[in-house]
C-alpha cells in the first residue's frame, strides 16, 4: 500500500493564482483532513472530510475549498493565493472506528 | 474545546541522556492523546497513542508516555537518546467519541536536538 500521497511536492505560486492540491489514500479509509503546518503553531485543521460526500470547516478554512471526490481523494483549492497561504500542506486518513490518523508527506507551498 | 500545550519549543539533550519532553492537554470530555515525530521534510508518523486502556503506553523506538489525568499531562519519554531521535515530536488530542469525528488538536511542536 502507498498509505497517503500528496501531489505535488512543492509549488510556487504567485498571488492571485490559483491551484489544487490533490491527496489520495489506499486504505478504504473513510475521514480524510487537510492540515497547514507553520513553525511554532504545530498542526491547524482547514478541512476535514467525515465520509464520502460530506465536508466540514476546520479551525483555519478562511481562503480554501475543499472537494471529496470519492472515498479514496480529497483536493484542497486555493482561489486566489495569498501570501499568508505559505505553508507546509499535510492530508491525513482515518479508519472509522480507530483513532490514529495517518498522514501523507506534505506540499511545501511558497506564494510570492 | 480542546487545547494542547508543550513546554519547550527547543530541548537538547547529548546521546545516552534522558529524553523528556512535556505535554498538558485540557478537554472537558475523556481525551484520546497522541505523540508524533516528524523527521525534517517528512510527515508525521504515529509514536504512540492513549486510548483510555492502560495509563504507561509504550510506542515504537523506545518511547513511552504516561497519562496522568490529575495533572492533565502525557508527557514523553526515552531512558537513553539516539543521534537518530533528533526530529520535531507533537503531541496531539483528540475526543473519545462524540461529533468530532477524529479531528487532532495539535501543540506548538517540540524540536529535540541530540548532541554527541
Known amino acids: 500500500n502507498a498509505g497517503v500521497t500528496q501531489t505535488p511536492k512543492f509549488q510556487v505560486l504567485k498571488t492571485g493564482q490559483s491551484m489544487t492540491l490533490q491527496c489520495a489514500q489506499d486504505m478504504n479509509h473513510n475521514s480524510m483532513y487537510w492540515y497547514r503546518q507553520d513553525p511554532g503553531m504545530g498542526l491547524r485543521l482547514i478541512y476535514y472530510s467525515a465520509s464520502e460526500g460530506t465536508t466540514d470547516k476546520g479551525e483555519v478554512p478562511n481562503g480554501y475549498n475543499v472537494s471529496r471526490l470519492n472515498k479514496r481523494e480529497f483536493s484542497l483549492r486555493l482561489e486566489s493565493a495569498a501570501p499568508s497561504q505559505t505553508s507546509v500542506y499535510f492530508c491525513?486518513?482515518?479508519?472509522?472506528?480507530?483513532?490514529?490518523?495517518?498522514f501523507g508527506p506534505g506540499t511545501r507551498l511558497t506564494v510570492t | 474545546a480542546q487545547s494542547v500545550t508543550q513546554l519547550g519549543s527547543h530541548v537538547s539533550v547529548s546521546e545516552g541522556a534522558l529524553v523528556l519532553l512535556r505535554c498538558n492537554y485540557s478537554?472537558?470530555?475523556?481525551?484520546?492523546l497522541f505523540w508524533y515525530v516528524q523527521y525534517p521534510n517528512q510527515g508525521l508518523q504515529l509514536l504512540l497513542k492513549?486510548?483510555?486502556?492502560?495509563?504507561l503506553v509504550k510506542g515504537i523506538n523506545g518511547f513511552e508516555a504516561e497519562f496522568k489525568k490529575s495533572e492533565t499531562s502525557f508527557h514523553l519519554t526515552k531512558p537513553s537518546a539516539h543521534m537518530s531521535d533528533a526530529a520535531e515530536y507533537f503531541c496531539?488530542?483528540?475526543?473519545?467519541?462524540?461529533?468530532?469525528?477524529?479531528?487532532?488538536?495539535f501543540g506548538q511542536g517540540t524540536i529535540l536536538t541530540v548532541h554527541p
Open positions: 496531539a488530542v483528540s475526543d473519545a467519541g462524540g461529533t468530532s469525528y477524529g479531528k487532532l488538536t
Open positions: 491525513a486518513s482515518r479508519r472509522t472506528g480507530e483513532n490514529e490518523q495517518y
Open positions: 492513549y486510548t483510555s486502556a492502560a495509563t
Open positions: 478537554s472537558s470530555v475523556p481525551p484520546y
